[in-house]
């Protein structure tokens, strides 16, 4: 069980109050976590004495070596990955997302079929609708009213055409978890890539790519109490047989031939320094172990908490939760409604004036939201709950939503 008042001691952010000395509640988790104070004086310390570029011979350019690789080994047993190699950094997911496209896009040929979602992010849409600009047919799936996708129309639509298929583990709009699973399953005997976007689910759950056999995976370690950097695994032998952009005097082997640029060192640092914050939560004698340990405790207090805050909001009448219901804890913990007096800007506003931080609109995920039929509505409200937040803030919240 987390204990959440020591926990909280490492989130310097958590105190602050307002001019009426209400104390700031976040639940703006799934637009990014805030970091504990471990981060903080990773990133700081970086600056401090280790700042420089890589692959010199003096000192503090071993040390920014030093980092990266560490950095990289860290994810790669968060990822439960093969190794280091497999890991890539980049600014977000989104530029990742589009190199990597690109790259297919010299492999794919005209006539092959990509399959993307109704129900995820743009991040995981745009990139791949740019393909039909070389003859790629993109094929969605079907959302269903009740917030899951359709995996019989999932099924039919998978056939030898298939080249790629791209969702999301879970959805940053309304909670869903995905049967990512049960697609898998589907392309056993297709020659088909499978690429998971895993930014929202990786703050909450484990994640074992060899387990779960994909071929690409990306997620963005500000959603996991890090800096705003992002990352993408590629199982081996991948990237290598790609041609994406990049410089002719980069490194031109996985994992650094699709990193363009020079990398952002001291958020480097910062990550490693979140992991290392996430697996101190946990039990084991390896990092692995110590990080699925922690977040079989994270899921479990957030589900706790995730599942009090959307049967409060169900069984008030003024409010109807988007989403599948918490009868399982096959969901993450994102809270999404809309009101039936206000809309969901107005709800953020009146939250905001009692220092609580939620999110209101869309969140790149427009195309579920518009077949969910409230583009209109403006969206949704939504409260993304995280590890550092605790019963007494939810209760507080549920009583202010039922006074407005």
């Known amino acids: 069980m987390l204990d959440s008042k020591i926990l909280r001691e490492s989130f310097p952010s958590l105190n602050r109050l307002d001019s009426k000395n209400n104390q700031i509640i976040y639940l703006d988790g799934p637009g990014g976590t805030q970091v504990p104070i471990q981060v903080i004086e990773a990133i ?8 420089a570029n890589t692959h010199g011979e003096f000192i503090t350019s071993k040390e920014t070596d030093i980092i990266i690789d560490g950095l990289r080994s860290r994810m ?8 280091s190699n497999t890991i890539s950094i980049g600014q977000n997911m989104t530029t990742l997302n589009y190199s990597l496209s690109h790259a297919l896009s010299r492999k794919f ?5 990509v399959i993307v979602t109704q129900l995820d992010h743009e991040a995981n849409r745009g990139p791949w609708k740019v393909l039909e600009e070389v003859g790629v047919k993109i094929v969605e799936i079907d959302l269903l009213e009740n917030g899951t996708l359709d995996y019989v129309d999932f099924k039919n639509k998978i056939n030898d055409k298939t080249a790629m298929v791209c969702m999301g583990m879970s959805s940053n709009a309304i909670g869903t978890l995905n049967n990512f699973s049960k697609v898998k399953k589907y392309l056993t005997e ?3 890539l499978f690429l998971l976007d895993a930014v929202h689910y990786a703050p909450h759950f484990s994640i074992d790519v060899q387990e779960i056999g994909c071929d690409f995976m990306l997620c963005s370690a500000y959603k996991f109490y890090g800096p705003h950097i992002s990352f993408l695994y590629s199982k081996p032998g991948l990237l290598d047989a790609l041609d994406p952009d990049r410089l002719v005097v980069q490194e031109q082997t996985a994992p650094y031939i699709i990193e363009t640029g020079t990398l952002n060192h001291a958020a480097c640092s910062g990550v490693s320094a979140a992991i290392d914050f996430l697996s101190s939560l946990g039990e084991g004698n390896s990092l692995r172990d110590r990080l699925k340990s922690s977040f079989s405790l994270i899921a479990n207090h957030e589900y706790n908490l995730a599942s009090h805050l959307y049967e409060a909001l169900q069984q008030y009448d003024k409010t109807n ?5 918490f009868s399982t804890k096959q969901r993450t913990p994102t809270v999404s409604f809309v009101h039936s007096h206000y809309s969901p800007e107005e709800v953020c506003r009146m939250l905001a004036d009692q220092n609580i931080c939620a999110w209101n609109g869309h969140f790149y995920a427009l195309r579920a939201i518009e077949q969910l039929g409230l583009k209109d509505k403006g969206g949704v409200t939504r409260l993304g709950i995280s590890i550092y937040n605790t019963k007494q803030e939810i209760d507080r919240v549920i009583s202010i939503i039922k006074s407005l």
Request: charged content about 35%; proline content about 3%.
């Open 76 to 83: 790669s047993d968060m990822l439960g990955a093969e190794n």
């Open 321 to 325: 939760v988007i989403g599948p219901d």
């Open 190 to 192: 297709r020659k088909c």
């Open 44 to 51: 700081s310390h970086y600056y401090q004495r280790s700042n």
């Open 109 to 113: 040929k005209k006539g092959d079929e």
